[in-house]
Nanobody, 122 residues
Framework: QVQLVESGGGLVQPGGSLRLSCTAS????????MGWYRQAPGKEREMVAT???????NYADSVKGRFTVSRDRTKNTVYLSTDSLKPEDTAVYYC????????????????WGQGTQVTVSS
C-alpha cells in the first residue's frame, strides 16, 4: 500500500502563489501517474492536473495556463504550482497516485492523500 503525505495548503490572497507537494512512500515498484484533484463545498471532486511516468501532463480547463504540475521522480513527489490564484480555486486538494507495488503479486491501484485545504481570499 502507498502512503501519501501532502503539504503546502493554506490561506492565500487572490493573485498569490502556491505550491502543493505530495510525497508517496511504500513498497512501490512503479508510479504510473500522479496528480491533483480538488473538491469545493457542495461540489463534486474534479481533476486539476496529472502527470504520467513519461512526463505527459493534463490540466483542467479552469487551471490551464495558470497551474503547473511537475514531478521529482527521485523523491516520488508531485507538485502543483501557481502564481495566479483565484477565489474559485478554493477547495480541498487531494493528491492521487496510481502505482504498481512490488510483488509478486504486482498489485496496482489508485491511492489518495488526506487532503489539504486551500483558501483564496483577501
Amino acid at each position: 500500500q502507498v502512503q501519501l503525505v501532502e503539504s503546502g495548503g493554506g490561506l492565500v490572497q487572490p493573485g498569490g502563489s502556491l505550491r502543493l507537494s505530495c510525497t508517496a512512500s511504500g513498497s512501490i515498484f512503479m508510479i504510473v501517474a500522479m496528480g491533483w484533484y480538488r473538491q469545493a463545498p457542495g461540489k463534486e471532486r474534479e481533476m486539476v492536473a496529472t502527470i504520467n511516468n513519461g512526463g505527459a501532463v493534463n490540466y483542467a480547463d479552469s487551471v490551464k495556463g495558470r497551474f503547473t504540475v511537475s514531478r521529482d521522480r527521485t523523491k516520488n513527489t508531485v507538485y502543483l504550482s501557481t502564481d495566479s490564484l483565484k477565489p474559485e480555486d478554493t477547495a480541498v486538494y487531494y493528491c492521487n497516485v496510481y502505482a504498481v507495488m512490488t510483488g509478486p503479486p504486482y498489485r496496482h491501484d489508485a491511492y489518495w492523500g488526506q487532503g489539504t485545504q486551500v483558501t483564496v481570499s483577501s
